[in-house]
DNA sequence: AATTTAATTTGTCATTCGATAAATAAGCAA
DNA sequence: TTGCTTATTTATCGAATGACAAATTAAATT
């Protein structure tokens, strides 16, 4: 149980990282934290995590809104990848193609614990940046799916209908319903998400084909 | 406003109720309370919207943990149907006809702000009814959906596979997060709920006649 | 009206919360 | 080493929290 003290070029001692490095720890140790315990859960709390005590926080942010919305910052804006949309947008390779190679990534990015408890801990918030990832989502994926679509059955390029967007928005929440079953309540009984990804998307073409083709809308 | 007080049989006084009826009372206004400010909200700002001191809910309930169970109680238990059950096996309709009724009913008892925030907070804090719920669901809905889809396809009766209760799944709950974006998001783009229902069951019989038809299945 | 019983409030306690100021410790440059 | 700067801790404040006991009020019963 002794410690090694002979290391001479590597003293034990805490390295002192930049200010904007500590503070990036933080935050990133701050994401875990909420989203386990939830934004209402304390500065005190999380300080413990930290290893430090909890007036050091208000050296790096000047309150605990501040800390949280850094935290969002973080989950919502920085692990948006712009390279989904052209993904889907790729007319080399069949739509149903594209849309399981972007379920597969999109998913690699957002099914993990602290990313969904954070969207459903702020979204219950009402958050407006909670929004703005709604509307992204919908501008981004939903509607390139149904010009794809579109394209892909021969049909005119009108755009497209707001009952047809909620039908793409549909099997997209349950694509992300299906990550909260997983993640959060841990109720998923099939942990195969590519199966599940593929047997959704078969379903969506399905379900567009017969929906755009269809001859009463309005 | 001088009130009238000539109304000899009833006295405009507070008019006592039973200690359950007020009791009952209490726990209905607390699902309102819970559900707009979480459940980390305080007893004092419940007792605020019930008009009362905040000591005066310890006679009535011993901890707010008890509390937050009579509101889950109320919630999750005494607002299931078990009539669903048998509408989903009535084989005298088509299954799509059963579906369609069956979803709307479902949706207009989930679809409410205080239901569905209830339910997506206490499935954060990861409490042991919201499980059950989430196999009540599947036992009572979804693999009956399956065994009736069999049926309607002329398939042999078999259990249902995990994959395929997973399929049904996401069709459940794109449907439950429609009402999500639709009440607590506020982002949802159509209110139209039985059309987003009866597209999403389209979508949904048309996957389900590929899938267990389908030959290589795990 | 007098008495009993239940409902409700007043007052309070120990803890925990976010936040601030002052004191200390640790790294860095000379 | 010596001083200077930054990082971190100690101590503390006022407000808010869940919970309890005792006092008070109001309804019900006789």
């Known amino acids: 149980m002794t410690q090694p003290d002979i290391a001479p070029n590597k003293p034990p001692k805490r390295k002192r990282l930049s200010s904007e490095a500590r503070r990036q720890d ?17 500065t ?17 942010f000047p309150s605990k809104n501040n ?9 919502y804006v920085k692990r948006w990848q712009p ?6 947008r790729d007319r080399s390779r069949p739509l149903a193609d594209r849309l399981n190679t972007f379920y597969k990534v999109y998913t690699d990015a957002i099914f993990n614990r602290e990313w969904m408890r954070i969207f459903l801990f702020s979204g219950l918030k009402g958050v407006d940046i909670n929004r703005r990832y709604m509307q992204l989502v919908r501008q981004r994926i939903l509607e390139p799916i149904l010009i794809e679509a579109r394209v892909e059955f021969g049909l005119p390029d009108v755009p497209p209908k707001h009952c ?17 079953r997983d993640l959060i309540y841990e109720s998923a009984i099939s942990t195969d998400k590519d199966r599940v990804i593929a047997d959704a998307i078969t379903a969506l073409m399905a379900g567009l084909e017969i929906k755009l083709n269809g001859p009463k809308q309005t």
Request: glycine share 10%.
């Open 26 to 42: 933080f935050i990133n140790q701050a994401i875990e934290f909420f989203a386990e315990e939830g934004f209402e859960s304390s």
């Open 44 to 60: 005190r709390g999380l300080a413990k995590k930290l290893g430090v005590t909890q007036p050091l926080l208000y050296r790096y």
């Open 83 to 88: 390279e989904w949309e052209p993904l889907l």
């Open 67 to 75: 800390l949280i919305s850094e935290v969002y910052d973080a989950v």
């Open 164 to 180: 047809e967007v909620e039908f793409v928005w549909v099997t997209h929440g349950g694509i992300f319903y299906y990550g909260v």
